[in-house]
Nanobody
Framework: QVQLVESGGGLVHAGGSLRLSCQASGAIFSIDVMDWYRQPPGKQRELVAT???????NYADSVKGRFTISRDNAKDTVYLQMNSLKPEDTAVYYCHARIWLVNMVRDDFWGQGTQVIVSS
C-alpha cells in the first residue's frame, strides 16, 4: 500500500555529519506528519524530530541546534541533516509518516530503519 524507504545512514567520527532521507510511495493522498525516531542499543525508541505539513518543526532537546528536519512535499520525502554528531547519537533511525491514503483512510507507516554509528 505505502512504503517508506530510508537511506543515508553509516559510520562517522564524532563531530561529523550525515544526512538521512526517507521517501514515501504508494497509494498516498496526502501526508500529515513526517517524523524521525531513533532507537539506541538497548534502549526504547525515541522521537528525534517532527515536521508537519504546515512547516512546523519540533526537536528533542538532545538534538536541538545540531539536527535539522526538512521536507520536500512534491517528492513525499523527509530529510534529517545531522551535524556535530556525538557517540550518543548512535542508533537505528526510523522514519515515520501519518498518511491519508487514496481511500481516505489515515494510517501510520514506518521505514525499515537505517543504522547510524558515531565513533569517538
Amino acid at each position: 500500500q505505502v512504503q517508506l524507504v530510508e537511506s543515508g545512514g553509516g559510520l562517522v567520527h564524532a563531530g561529523g555529519s550525515l544526512r538521512l532521507s526517507c521517501q514515501a510511495s504508494g497509494a498516498i493522498f496526502s501526508i500529515d506528519v513526517m517524523d524521525w525516531y531513533r532507537q539506541p542499543p538497548g534502549k526504547q525508541r525515541e522521537l528525534v524530530a517532527t515536521s508537519t505539513t504546515g512547516g512546523n518543526t519540533n526537536y528533542a532537546d538532545s538534538v536541538k541546534g545540531r539536527f535539522t528536519i526538512s521536507r520536500d512535499n512534491a517528492k513525499d520525502t523527509v530529510y534529517l541533516q545531522m551535524n556535530s554528531l556525538k557517540p550518543e547519537d548512535t542508533a537505528v533511525y526510523y522514519c515515520h509518516a501519518r498518511i491519508w491514503l487514496v481511500n481516505m483512510v489515515r494510517d501510520d507507516f514506518w521505514g525499515q530503519g537505517t543504522q547510524v554509528i558515531v565513533s569517538s
